[in-house]
C-alpha cells in the first residue's frame, strides 16, 4: 500500500483514521499530535527550565526529541534530560546507555539520579527484604519522588514525561476498575502548580505505543527494548491485554476512553480539590499525611526513612 499523503510506501496502518502512513508522514501525524498537547497544558514560563525523564525506552526517547523539536528554537528555556536509575541489575544499566547516547546525539544535558544516591540502597537490595505488595508498587512510589526531588534540584519549571496513550487509557481503567476515583481525579497532567512539586506534561497522551515505536525508527533515535524484570508482577499487563483486545475489536476505544476522562476532569476537579500538602514529619518532602509514601514504604521495608 501507499501512503495515503505521498506515492511513498506505507510504513503502517492507522487502523483508527483508517490511514496508510510512511514513517515521515507518521513522523509528521505523531509531531502534531504532541504540539496540540502541549499546547493544551500547563503554561511553561518564560525563561523556565525544561526538564524531560527518560529512561532509554521508546516512548521517553521520542518524548525528548520533540520536546526539542518544539521548544529547541526558544531561546529562553533550556531543555535537560533526568534519568532515574533504581539500580535493576541487567536491565538498568543498559537502558541508561542509550539515554546517554540520545543526549549525546540530541546535544542535551544528561542528568542521572539513582535510589543509592537518594536512599542509600537499589531497587535490587530494598526488593530482598519481606514486603507486602508487588514491586511496582514500592518502585513507583519511590521512583515519582526521585524524579521530582532531581527535576527540583535542576530548577525545572516543567517535567516532561513519555506517558503515550496506551499507558494513560490503562490508568484510567485501572482507577476505574479499583474505585479509585480520586486518584483518577489527580491523574496528570498537572493544571496547577504545587509547592515543591514540578508540574508533569505529557505530550504523547494522544499517540499509541506502537507510533511512539515508528516515530524512534523514523528519527532514528536510540533506545533499549528490554523488558523490566519485576513487570511479571505489575498488574497492569492485564490492563494492557484486555484494552488491546478492545482496541482490535474497535479501533478507536483508547481514544474514546482519553476523551471521556477528559470530558469528566472538569467535574473531578469540583469534588477533588488537590489536598492541602505540608512537609512529611520524616523527610521533608510534600505529602498530604504526616508521612509521606516513600517514607511509610522504606520504614516498612528497611526501617529507615527517605532523605
Known sequence: MKCSACEKDAATFVRYSGRHLCLGHLSDF??????????????????????????????????????????GGHTDKEIFAITVDEGIEGYRPGAVEEARK??????????VVSFTDIYGHTLDELLEEERKLGACSYCGVLRRQVMNLGARNEGAAVLVTGLNLDDTAQGILMNITRGDVERLARMGPHAVAQPSLVPRLLPLRYVPEKEC?????????????????????????????????????????????????????PLLAQRFEPGKLHSCKRCGEPTVGEMCRACVFLEEITGERAP
Open 213 to 265: 515505536y515508528l516515530y524512534c525508527l523514523a528519527n532514528e533515535l536510540p533506545f533499549h527494548d528490554g523488558e523490566c524484570p519485576y513487570a511479571l508482577e505489575a498488574q497492569r499487563g492485564l490492563y494492557r491485554d484486555v484494552l488491546n483486545q478492545l482496541e482490535d475489536a474497535t479501533p478507536g476505544t483508547r481514544h474514546s476512553i482519553l476523551n471521556t476522562y477528559d470530558a469528566l476532569r
Open 30 to 71: 505523531v509531531l502534531q499530535r504532541a504540539r496540540r498537547a502541549f499546547r493544551e497544558q500547563y503554561d511553561i514560563p518564560q525563561g523556565g527550565r525544561i526538564g524531560v525523564a527518560i529512561s532509554g525506552g521508546k516512548d521517553s526517547a521520542a518524548a525528548l526529541h520533540i520536546t526539542k523539536e518544539v521548544f
Open 102 to 111: 540520545l543526549c549525546e546525539m540530541l546535544d542535551i544535558r544528561h542528568v
